[in-house]
């Protein structure tokens, strides 16, 4: 299977676990599961355009992009509250222990999102020319999630990366950027969906 075919894969399986988490939930916890399965859902429409595994639409990347942003940063945190963990939350207790790095990231998503927004317009680089690759991009196996790229040396160094800067680089390495975060969140804050 080539690697387009594995990332989208990947994304299915990890939307329709989502999906089945999300049977019982209320609330708080259903709210954050819903904002999080239109990202996720956001994510899919795009990683096949990202990949070149189908045509580029700058139109939809900007849509996915707002809609990223629309859950990121400040909306996404508010979805936190102390006392929101427990099943069928997937939210593991880190979140509350480590608010600050949580809150950091939310953030972070917010200004790649806003950063592939602007940049939708930009020509996807070729994947040799990018410095993520296919699997990497979505964070390895699991919906943007399981084996992710945290705490690698170019994440890290990005993090005092602009909107404007962001706006110039080819959308797709953007892109990478948005679901190199997601991974990060995902290693680090949320449990696994059995």
Known sequence: MKPTGIITSAVLVGVASAALAHSGATGIVKERMDAMSAMGKAVKQVAPMMSGETGYDADTVRHAAETIGMHAGDAMTRLFPDGSAGMPSVAKD????????????????????????????????????TKSNTSAMM???????????????????????????????????VFAKVSDTCSSCHTRFRAKVK
């Open 94 to 129: 880190a979140i509350w222990n480590d608010w600050e790095s949580f809150a950091g990231l939310a953030e972070e998503l917010h200004r790649y999102a806003e950063g592939l927004a602007l940049a939708a317009d930009n020509a996807p680089a070729s994947q040799s020319d």
């Open 139 to 173: 964070g390895g196996s699991d919906m943007m999630g399981a084996n992710s790229m945290m705490g690698s040396g170019d994440m890290m160094a990005d993090d005092t990366m602009g909107r404007e800067e962001l706006a110039e680089m080819p959308a797709n390495a």
